[in-house]
């Protein structure tokens, strides 16, 4: 049984802790005590990146495109997963 890493700051932003549960289950964030799927917003948060930059899906893993994509989640993400809290879209909350 693989044991759960917690760690802070998810892409260098303060607040939101990225959680491994292991190679066989997914990921999650932590934001505000609350639970959500890692990659589930991660996902979303990019669509919305391509959307309003006009970049293409295929450019991932571009080292510039990338650190566009950093710059665009420390200023987006902590109010996306507020939206989300809002709209009790969410795993459930943290307990440790």
Known sequence: MASVKVYPNWRGIKGIRYVYNGCWSDWNLIYKSYVFTGEDIEDALWENFLEDTNHKDNEAGN?????????YLEENAKPYLDDCIFGKCYLGKFKY
Do not use: D, G, R, V
């Open 63 to 71: 080292e510039e495109i990338e650190k566009e994509f950093t710059m």
